[in-house]
């Protein structure tokens, strides 16, 4: 099961849709024109459609109450259950729940937003000095330099537990910096995890006993949850299977794991508008265009303009109106939620699916506000962005130095001839063809249709980005602006031929493991639904590991700085074998890998018995099936632990965890984990 190349795939797949120029051209529709029961049920299936959700659920709050709701099942998905009232995890949207109890504590006195974090966290320590200039504002606008996400047992089924927060600053203590803190804003989870710890250290209570007592009982917010708490969920499922998922538990409160209903997400974001729960001067502050204050680009109508906890402050279309707008998205592996806001407006719309994607839930959610305020006489310009006006011109010869390797969330080789033409190389995509652009007397390089743009802008940074504009029309949902910097120029980085040949083979031809996920983690499942393949016609970059850089033969360092989206969770690679020349792979934000052809074949036992004692220092222990395949392995098993059991394909044939597995009959070349807390023993029996 080729884990690493199979989450490289999975990333690279993400950045080419949230990355370079992906768009569908079509007329500009005319929502907002039906009534808002008509147009809600129309945006939320059109989300449901396009995000392959199995289910969806909206409501619009304005002026204080619930004024449309619903919900619906796909009919792709029948078996999907649907309880009346249902609750989602929010995912990221969690951050303006953490950010509203910032905002209130300030009000309060008992912190202020430019005070360090130290300040209140005197434990908070890192190995890079820079850390004691992160301040409380920098966790909630996405700039304290952060690496990004350090959420290592964090993602889980039906597990409450919380070690992804109660171990961030054991984990933190140990990493460096990404950039100088306020540098840039660029998405990070730790930040608030961190402000979640902020929270609970300044008011002396758990972040949901604080939210419960000072913001949702104040709001009658009764049907918002944490995990563990009793309520009707959502189904989720695996991708072609029909047997539902355990319930998804993030361990990461603060950063992405509150379950809301629609209504009660609407009802929050309703107060959002200024009902007394925030002071309107915390809430201008929230709403203010945080994003400026660092590196980004000067024109950037995008889908990312961070504010305090908001991911954009300018959001369209009502932007195009003069209308202020506040959204936040949140996505987790199994549910998807879009929060919007209109504060002059006293209007808000929530849209939560399973399955499906965030950025169409945002659309939906808008198409629907749109609507209402037509109800109100308000109407709002939903023309698409197109680009100005420009003409193929010869290009400056100076643009030539720009070729290079550039990197993000994924790596590009940017080829720019002569005769002007600019063209995208997608390295860990080979099978996605080269992209071209012409060169335009406007400085852009644009696609045949003229409906994207390139540009490379030379920040004050001293770092050479390539600048992106398009534009998305999708019918029902409207239209989406894409303005940001997509990548970074990656410096030359020489190193020896034994060094980088050491590298290429390591992320080549080793299939890794992971070690330390506790045993009820998402990882074990997505190692197997990323899929295995591995494809040697990847083409890696001189001095780099996809896009991390080649510092000698055991280590590569995250170098990359972009603000937005495509910068996010970096970190530092270190890899080396251990006595018995095990391969061995660490990462900066505290996952353990090791290589799969060290696992030893499962031992049967003597009279078909054996044990399995999960390692002093917790690691996973796995193992090939070898000569133990076609018999049947009945698992006695400790408490707060499971098993796992992959075919030779890499897929899950049986789990304790996913569906109460107590017995699995050994498929051929397949692989066995067992993973629980240090000691825990496995009674096996062999049949």
């Not at 709701?69 to 969690?94: M, N």
């Not at 629609?262 to 929050?268: H, K």
Request: with cysteine; aromatic share 10%; charged share 20%.
């Amino acid at each position: 099961m080729k884990q690493r190349e199979a989450i490289r795939k999975r990333l690279a797949v993400l950045a080419l849709a949230l990355t370079l120029c992906l768009h569908i051209c079509v007329p500009a529709s005319a929502e907002g024109t039906k009534n808002l029961p008509d147009t809600a049920k129309e945006a939320a299936e059109s989300a449901l459609t396009y995000g392959q959700a199995t289910s969806i659920s909206w409501a619009v709050w304005q002026d204080g109450k619930i004024i449309e709701s619903g919900s619906q099942k796909s009919p792709q998905a029948p078996h999907a259950d649907l309880p009346a009232g249902s609750a989602y995890c929010i995912g990221s949207v969690s951050k303006m729940y953490t950010t509203a109890a910032v905002m209130q504590l300030a009000d309060a006195g008992k912190l202020e937003l430019d005070k360090p974090v130290t300040t209140y966290l005197p434990e908070f320590k890192m190995a890079d000095p820079r850390y004691k200039d992160i301040t409380v504002r920098m966790l909630l606008n996405h700039s304290s330099g952060l690496m990004g996400s350090s959420m290592g047992s964090a993602l889980l089924f039906d597990d409450d537990c919380d070690e992804g927060t109660s171990q961030l600053l054991e984990r933190l203590a140990t990493q460096r910096l990404k950039a100088d803190p306020g540098a840039y804003s660029v998405y990070c989870n730790d930040g608030f995890t961190l402000a979640q710890l902020v929270v609970e250290a300044v008011s002396g209570q758990g972040l949901m006993e604080y939210l419960r007592a000072n913001i949702l009982q104040p709001l009658s917010l009764t049907h918002t949850y944490a995990p563990g708490e009793e309520f009707d969920h959502a189904e989720i499922y695996q991708t072609g299977d029909p047997r539902p998922l355990p319930t998804d538990c993030l361990g990461v409160l603060g950063a992405g794991g509150i379950y809301a209903t629609a209504e009660d997400l609407a009802a929050f974001g309703g107060a959002l508008t200024g009902d007394g729960v925030i002071s309107g001067e915390a809430l201008d502050a929230m709403a203010a265009p945080e994003y400026k204050k660092g590196v980004w680009p000067e024109e950037a109508p995008d889908s990312l303009a961070f504010g305090l906890g908001w991911d954009n402050v300018n959001w369209y279309p009502f932007s195009q109106s003069k209308i202020k707008a506040l959204v936040k998205g949140g996505d987790t592996q199994y549910y998807h939620a879009g929060l919007v806001v209109l504060p002059e407006h006293g209007m808000a719309a929530a849209v939560l699916s399973a399955g499906g994607v965030s950025t169409y839930n945002e659309m939906a959610a808008s198409q629907m506000l749109v609507s209402a305020l037509a109800a109100e006489g308000v109407s709002v310009d939903q023309r698409p962005i197109t680009l100005p006006a420009a003409k193929p011109a010869p290009m400056p010869a100076e643009l030539l130095e720009n070729a290079g390797y550039y990197g993000s969330i994924m790596p590009y080789l940017v080829e720019v001839s002569k005769d002007g033409t600019l063209t995208m190389n997608y390295l860990s995509r080979p099978d996605v063809p080269p992209q071209s652009f012409t060169y335009h007397d406007d400085g852009t390089f644009r696609d045949k249709d003229g409906t994207a743009s390139l540009q490379f802008v030379k920040e004050e940074n001293g770092q050479t980005y390539l600048y992106q504009k398009a534009f998305t029309q999708l019918p029902g949902l409207g239209g989406l602006p894409t303005a940001n910097y997509a990548a970074v120029k990656l410096p030359k980085n020489d190193v020896s031929k034994d060094v980088q040949t050491a590298w290429d083979t390591a992320m080549t031809s080793v299939n890794l493991f992971p070690m330390n996920e506790r045993y009820s983690s998402q990882i074990y499942l997505a190692i197997a639904s990323a899929g295995t393949e591995f494809d040697s016609e990847t083409e890696s970059i001189p001095g780099y590991v996809s896009a991390l850089q080649i510092v000698d033969e055991s280590n590569a360092a995250y170098v990359i700085q972009v603000p937005g989206n495509v910068g996010r969770d970096g970190y530092d690679i270190k890899m080396e074998r251990d006595q018995n020349g095990v391969f061995w792979m660490y990462t900066s934000n505290g996952a353990v890998y090791m290589d799969a052809s060290a696992a030893p074949e499962i031992s049967t036992g003597q009279n078909n018995a054996s044990r399995c004692t999960i390692q002093p220092n917790g690691y996973a222990r796995w193992y090939k099936i070898g000569s133990a395949a076609g018999k049947t392995m009945a698992v006695q098993m400790p408490e707060d632990a499971g098993f796992w059991v992959y075919d030779a394909k890499g897929q899950v044939a049986a789990s304790s965890v996913l569906w109460d597995d107590a017995s699995s009959t050994l498929p051929t070349d397949g692989y066995i984990a067992f993973a629980g807390d240090p000691g825990a023993v496995f009674s096996l029996t062999f049949s």
